[in-house]
């Protein structure tokens, strides 16, 4: 059994796949400052009844999210999945159907047997905004 996570926007979605089926999901919003990922994954383990020792391995799919999003999920489920050794597969903005992703995902991580981490990748530039606030202090020599 795999455990997916599904981000897009301002969503997320915990997923339970039994070979190619998915068995339990749980949506939940993404919060800025919050640490929501694992608040929804501990949701979405009792409400399924399911353990983390039920998985053996992790996929992360990311549809549409910020650079921030994208950087703290990947770290996040890289460190799950080195916790547990189990093999981890992502995939950033893709603009395929979800469905297709999830089928080309599932099959690659079938053939990985350990960990080896996910590389972030962030497909487009970022958007950063640089403050225009002149500092009320100088440096003195």
């Known amino acids: ?21 998915i068995k339990f999901q749980y949506t939940f919003d993404l919060r800025v400052g919050q640490d929501s990922l694992f608040l929804g994954l501990d949701s979405f383990l009792s409400k399924s009844k399911l353990k983390l020792k039920d998985f053996s391995g992790i996929i992360l799919a990311i549809e549409e999210a910020s650079l921030t999003q994208v950087k703290v999920s990947t770290a996040m489920l890289n460190a799950l999945a080195w916790n547990f050794g189990w093999p981890i597969v992502g995939e950033y903005y893709f603009t395929a ?8 995902l599932l099959k690659k991580i079938s053939k990985l047997k350990e960990f080896e981490p996910l590389e972030v990748k962030y497909k487009r530039k970022a958007d950063i905004t640089i403050s225009k606030k002149k500092p009320k202090f100088k440096l003195k020599k």
């Open 1 to 21: 059994m795999f455990i997916i996570l599904y981000i897009k926007d301002k969503k997320a979605t915990w997923m339970a796949t039994k070979d190619t089926e």
């Open 97 to 104: 159907d979800f469905d297709k992703i999830l089928a080309k």
